[in-house]
T-cell receptor, first 113, second 116 residues
Framework: GAGVSQSPRYKVTKRGQDVALRCDPI?????LYWYRQALGQGPEFLTYFNYEAQQDKSGLPNDRFSAERPEGSISTLTIQRTEQRDSAMYRC???????????FGQGTRLTVV | AQKITQTQPGMFVQEKEAVTLDCTYDTSDQSYGLFWYKQPSSGEMIFLIYQGSYDEQNATEGRYSLNFQKARKSANLVISASQLGDSAMYFC?????????????FGSGTQLTVLP
């Protein structure tokens, strides 16, 4: 596609529910990243894929968070048993290679009530 | 580990004036890239400019230029002829090229306000 597409744009969920956030990267981009951004702060790294391989998941805060990119294109970030502290903007980015500039999607605003 | 420091939480500039947003970084890697992103109130993250650690010339993109001083580990963004539409949060980020780590590390941002 023309840009990185994320869905849904907004998600409100009850504490304890699971959520799945989707990212459709720019066509041909091999690298895909997930970030989390709190209000007024810079994005914090969660995880990185090169093609379908999850190369780095050191930023995932705990084992309730997982991500996959099974065919090397669309990726899903899943948060199980959501907690209020998970509320944030979740951003996906993709880049042509692992060292070129990364382009961000519009983000998914997650609110856990 | 990499670290980005942006010491200016907020900056004001008069329309048509130039403004410099500060960014210092810390890494032990010799090969890395430095990036600036703009985040307007709409929330999107817009890539502005990139500088590689081995690039000899400072990067420029239209009204944006990156003042890269490797010895001082600084990568300041200069915006010339400020426009009202430049009002936004600006983030400095870096990515090392060695090893398998590929994530961008971001600073805390600078909120720029352009005054008419």
């Amino acid at each position: 596609g023309a840009g990185v597409s994320q869905s849904p744009r907004y998600k409100v969920t009850k504490r304890g529910q699971d959520v799945a956030l989707r990212c459709d990267p720019i066509s041909g981009h091999v690298s895909l990243y997930w970030y989390r951004q709190a209000l007024g702060q810079g994005p914090e790294f969660l995880t990185y894929f090169n093609y379908e391989a999850q190369q780095d998941k050191s930023g995932l805060p705990n084992d309730r968070f997982s991500a996959e990119r099974p065919e090397g294109s669309i990726s899903t970030l899943t948060i199980q048993r959501t907690e209020q502290r998970d509320s944030a903007m979740y951003r996906c980015a993709s880049s042509r290679t692992g060292t070129s500039e990364a382009f961000f999607g519009q983000g998914t605003r997650l609110t856990v009530v | 580990a990499q670290k980005i420091t942006q010491t200016q939480p907020g900056m004001f500039v008069q329309e048509k004036e130039a403004v410099t947003l500060d960014c210092t970084y810390d890494t032990s890697d010799q090969s890395y890239g430095l990036f600036w992103y703009k985040q307007p109130s709409s929330g999107e993250m817009i890539f502005l400019i990139y500088q590689g650690s081995y690039d000899e010339q400072n990067a420029t993109e239209g009204r944006y230029s990156l003042n890269f001083q490797k010895a001082r580990k600084s990568a300041n963004l200069v915006i010339s002829a400020s426009q009202l539409g430049d009002s936004a949060m600006y983030f400095c980020a870096m990515r090392v090229r060695s090893g398998s780590a590929r994530q961008l590390t971001f600073g805390s941002g600078t909120q720029l306000t352009v005054l008419p």
